[in-house]
């Protein structure tokens, strides 16, 4: 039932943001950040879920804990990334939208550079 109220809250902002749109434009994105906060922050339980998870895949899998630290970083450049670039859209500066999604695709790649190594690494001893 979380979704059904995440949707609500969402379509009521972007309804708000529509009236405001014509007589307060600088209020829109006040609403677009406030409203992604609070959604934001209504996740954060399912983001403690995939943290448990992820906790006992990784105790019940021999892989190295680094691993699994990347893939939450990895997690976490993403959404946040997503949620930066998503107001930065609505307010109407898509240049900085594309420049932070950028960084975050870069960033994203550069974690995971030790992963694709060891994945190489492990190949050729299998080939070796």
């Known amino acids: 039932m979380d979704i059904i109220r995440i949707s609500l809250l969402g ?5 708000l943001g529509f ?8 209020y829109v994105s006040f609403i677009t950040m406030g409203i992604g906060i609070i959604i934001l922050g209504l996740a ?9 998870m992820i906790g006992k895949i990784q105790q ?15 997690i976490g450049i993403t959404y946040i990334g997503q949620f930066s670039a998503g107001i930065c859209k ?4 898509q240049a900085t939208a594309s420049q932070i999604e950028l960084f975050c695709k870069l960033s994203v790649m550069v974690l995971s550079i030790p992963v ?13």
């Open 116 to 128: 694709l190594m060891a994945l190489l690494e492990t190949i050729q001893e299998f080939l070796g």
């Open 90 to 93: 609505d307010a109407g500066y």
């Open 44 to 52: 954060v339980d399912k983001l403690d879920y995939l943290f448990q």
């Open 60 to 74: 019940s899998l021999s892989v190295d804990p680094e691993y699994f630290l990347t893939l939450i970083k990895m």
């Open 11 to 15: 379509i009521c902002g972007v309804v």
């Open 19 to 26: 009236f405001l749109k014509g007589t307060r434009t600088e």
